[in-house]
């Protein structure tokens, strides 16, 4: 079953939702400066600049072998078995904040490739004591494809895999590391582009991973996770997306658009 305890974000349980949303936000400021610095070697047009200003779904000039820079804040819970006999991963953490960075290469208008780094704070879960900490992160490779890249609002979809980690941080004893693998991770979202080098929208993620090894306080190190089960991580919030050094692929208009 899922459990969003959500209230306890605000407890003190764990780091504030305020506290990783602005922080997020501080890192969009110099990123959409350095965007908006680069509008002077993209490729803009009379015509392009007017379809701006249009409905919400307008016409705009595609992005096109940029440099493409992702900031995303939201919420993130964990559901499923670690292995078998033992606390699964929503015995050990409920629902938290993860903040999340990319950087990729837009290689055409509709495809991006990229790396991705994450970082989570989650609530403590049933199983364990009181003070304890728990804190996860992800980092790996992504491919994205955008289906609407020539319009202000732009479906896409994302593949990832890399790796998961997961730290259990208690007050008076070591910390417990758990290390596996994100097999999977599909996020999918829309952008609406604000400028032709800034878009921002939302996402929503799911990831199939495995943890594997494990250390321990009193252990001798890291060892192997008999029988690993599968297990599942959902996510959902904002992502800003920032372009620069590109250029911009401007589409011709019909006269009657």
């Given at each position: 079953?899922?459990?969003?305890?959500?209230?306890?974000?605000?407890?003190?349980?764990?780091?504030?939702?305020?506290?990783?949303?602005?922080?997020?936000?501080?890192?969009?400021?110099?990123?959409?400066?350095?965007?908006?610095?680069?509008?002077?070697?993209?490729?803009?047009?009379?015509?392009?600049d007017s379809e701006?200003?249009r409905g919400p779904?307008?016409?705009?000039?595609?992005?096109?072998?940029?440099?493409?820079?992702g900031i995303g804040?939201?919420?993130?819970?964990?559901?499923?078995?670690?292995?078998?006999?033992?606390?699964?991963?929503?015995?050990?953490?409920?629902?938290?904040?993860?903040?999340?960075?990319?950087?990729?290469?837009?290689?055409?208008?509709?495809?991006?490739?990229?790396?991705?780094?994450?970082?989570?704070?989650?609530?403590?879960?049933?199983?364990?004591?009181?003070?304890?900490?728990?804190?996860?992160?992800?980092?790996?490779?992504?491919?994205?494809?955008?289906?609407?890249?020539?319009?202000?609002?732009?479906?896409?979809?994302?593949?990832?895999?890399?790796?998961?980690?997961?730290?259990?941080?208690?007050?008076?004893?070591?910390?417990?590391?758990?290390?596996?693998?994100?097999?999977?991770?599909?996020?999918?979202?829309?952008?609406?582009?604000?400028?032709?080098?800034?878009?921002?929208?939302?996402?929503?993620?799911?990831?199939?991973?495995?943890?594997?090894?494990?250390?321990?306080?009193?252990?001798?190190?890291?060892?192997?996770?008999?029988?690993?089960?599968?297990?599942?991580?959902?996510?959902?919030?904002?992502?800003?997306?920032?372009?620069?050094?590109?250029?911009?692929?401007?589409?011709?208009?019909?006269?009657?658009?």
């Amino acid at each position: 079953m899922l459990h969003w305890k959500i209230g306890a974000l605000w407890k003190g349980e764990l780091i504030s939702m305020r506290t990783i949303v602005q922080a997020a936000c501080l890192c969009l400021v110099p990123c959409a400066i350095v965007a908006l610095g680069g509008r002077a070697d993209a490729q803009t047009t009379t015509t392009a600049d007017s379809e701006m200003s249009r409905g919400p779904a307008h016409r705009v000039a595609a992005v096109d072998r940029a440099l493409e820079i992702g900031i995303g804040a939201g919420y993130a819970q964990g559901v499923g078995d670690i292995a078998a006999a033992r606390p699964a991963v929503q015995d050990l953490s409920t629902a938290g904040g993860t903040v999340e960075l990319q950087l990729g290469y837009r290689l055409t208008p509709s495809l991006t490739l990229g790396a991705y780094g994450t970082f989570a704070q989650y609530g403590r879960g049933d199983s364990l004591s009181a003070g304890t900490d728990v804190r996860a992160g992800t980092g790996g490779v992504f491919g994205s494809w955008h289906f609407m890249p020539a319009r202000s609002i732009d479906p896409w979809v994302s593949l990832g895999s890399g790796w998961r980690g997961l730290w259990l941080v208690p007050d008076s004893v070591s910390t417990t590391s758990i290390q596996g693998w994100e097999i999977a991770r599909l996020q999918v979202g829309a952008d609406y582009r604000v400028t032709p080098e800034v878009a921002i929208g939302p996402a929503l993620g799911v990831s199939v991973n495995t943890f594997f090894t494990e250390n321990t306080p009193g252990g001798v190190g890291f060892t192997n996770i008999p029988n690993p089960h599968a297990n599942f991580y959902f996510s959902a919030g904002l992502q800003g997306r920032f372009d620069v050094l590109g250029k911009r692929a401007v589409t011709t208009l019909a006269s009657n658009e």
